[in-house]
């Protein structure tokens, strides 16, 4: 069973950055093989979409409320991938949860949660005004 941990998270004033890490262990099979996404939850609503990596890494998505703040990046030797966060919102407060799609054929990016095989216990994220 694959095993995500995110760290990185906590509490922040609006404008200032975060940077969310997700390592990846139990591996049935090698890193480079999952696609790779953050989601996010906030009180009472559902889980969204933030950011997705392809398995290679060559392709990124972006959800259109974090375009040009967040980053999403992987690093395969080290099974870990990041989510910087730059200016950021109340908005943004939620749970963030790290997610792998084994997708082992594919080079496109996923974002949609039901792709994902894997996920993450989340951790809390909170902007203040």
């Known amino acids: 069973q694959v095993q995500l941990v995110e760290s990185g998270g906590g509490l922040v004033q609006a404008g200032g950055s975060l940077r969310l890490s997700c390592a990846a262990s139990?591996?049935?099979?090698?890193?480079?093989?999952?696609?790779m996404g953050w989601f996010r939850q906030a009180p009472g609503k559902e889980r969204e979409f933030v950011a997705a990596?392809?398995?290679?890494?060559?392709?990124?998505d972006y959800a259109d409320s974090v375009k040009g703040r967040f980053t999403i990046s992987r690093d395969n030797a080290k099974n870990t991938v990041d989510l910087q966060m730059n200016t950021l919102k109340p908005a943004d407060t939620a749970v963030y949860y790290c997610?792998?799609?084994?997708?082992?054929?594919?080079?496109?990016?996923?974002?949609?949660?039901?792709?994902?095989?894997?996920w993450g216990q989340g951790t809390q994220v909170t902007v203040s005004s």
């Open positions: 139990r591996l049935t099979f090698s890193f480079s093989m999952y696609a």
């Open positions: 997610a792998a799609d084994f997708f082992p054929s594919g080079t496109a990016t996923r974002s949609r949660p039901h792709d994902y095989d894997y």
């Open positions: 990596v392809s398995r290679t890494g060559s392709s990124t």
